[in-house]
């Protein structure tokens, strides 16, 4: 039976691995694991040991304490109403971050001003 903790742990992962760029089997061979393990972790069928975690933090650029962020919320204030707490496991709107993060920062700021005026009128 999966646990709400590793669910949510694998969920991270994924998020944090999809806004990374990195492929299950790429994150696996950089922790010297099988690329199937990572799917386990992912969908928290398997729990990840402490040590696990701590590799994939090191791979993935991120404080261990990243993957537990966000337990236990229901919803995230989205200004204009309540987003789901996994809007970051749709790939859609992972890639829309992607895409974010690689515009240069004056222009993304300009493009964040406008999402937020946007945003207040509707």
Known sequence: M???????VGKRIRQRRWINGITQQQLAEAVGIKFQQIQKYETGMNRVSASRLW??????EVP????????GE???DGG???MPPDVL??????????SYYAIPE?????LF???RVLSEAA
């Open 89 to 98: 496991g749709d790939k859609e709107a992972l890639d829309l971050l992607r």
């Open 55 to 60: 590799d994939i933090s090191q791979v993935l």
């Open 106 to 110: 004056n222009q993304r700021r300009r």
């Open 64 to 71: 261990v304490s990243f993957f537990f962020d966000g337990i």
């Open 80 to 82: 204009a109403g309540n």
């Open 2 to 8: 999966k646990h709400a903790v590793d669910v949510h």
């Open 74 to 76: 229901t919803t995230v």
């Open 113 to 115: 001003d406008l999402a």
